[in-house]
């Protein structure tokens, strides 16, 4: 794993570091204000809906959170149960350094108990740290909703990335 960080298990005691992650996430979206709609109450909701099937997994260096990646459950519906989205967040001055990477193969090497064959990511189309990121680790682009996501200043794509894996085989 990079820079000897630990993966874990998020726990309840984490919230507040999810939140300070979350809105330090990426500093040059176009859409920066989206993340103060968060606050440290969804963050607690989070963290008690998880479950096997849609962990929020922790890394850690030298006992400080760096990042957090969750799996949540793409559409809500029993056909798309084999699918996961993933969210995946990295401090600013970690990010570059294999950290995302770690989180990620944690996930990709738990993928049979976790359950799923197919990751989904949405990514905003001014996060090309993110876009380049998901696309260096195997996914693709699948699909771009234009101008879905607004605020009260600016209109952005979002893009859909996702990638499959082989069932019953470890990558």
Same mark, same amino acid.
């Given at each position: 794993m990079a820079l000897n960080c630990?993966? !874990? #298990?998020a726990e309840f005691e984490d919230a507040s570091a999810m939140l300070d992650i979350f809105r330090q996430c990426d500093p040059h979206s176009t =859409?920066?204000?989206?993340? #103060?709609? *968060?606050? =440290? $109450?969804?963050?607690?909701?989070w963290l008690e809906t998880t479950t096997d099937r849609h962990p929020i997994f922790m890394a850690?260096?030298?006992?400080?959170v760096i990042a957090w990646c969750s799996l949540e459950a793409f559409y809500g519906l029993p056909a798309f149960d084999q699918a996961c989205e993933i969210s995946l967040y990295v401090l600013p001055q970690w990010q570059g350094q294999g950290v995302?990477?770690? $989180?990620?193969? #944690? +996930? +990709?090497?738990?993928?049979q108990? *976790?359950?799923?064959?197919? =990751?989904?990511?949405? *990514?905003?189309?001014?996060?090309d740290n993110s876009l380049c990121f998901?696309?260096?680790?195997?996914?693709?682009?699948w699909g771009k909703l234009?101008? *879905?996501?607004?605020?009260? /200043? !600016?209109?952005?794509?979002?893009? =859909?990335?996702?990638? /499959?894996?082989? /069932?019953?085989?470890?990558?």
């Open positions: 630990v993966v !874990r #298990h =859409l920066a204000d989206r993340h #103060h709609d *968060i606050n =440290l $109450l969804d963050v607690m909701d850690e260096r030298d006992q400080q995302g990477k770690a $989180l990620l193969e #944690h +996930i +990709i090497q738990h993928r108990e *976790i359950g799923f064959l197919h =990751l989904v990511a949405y *990514i905003y189309a001014g996060n998901f696309k260096a680790n195997e996914f693709e682009t234009p101008n *879905i996501a607004r605020s009260e /200043e !600016r209109v952005e794509d979002v893009y =859909l990335l996702g990638r /499959e894996f082989a /069932e019953g085989l470890v990558e």
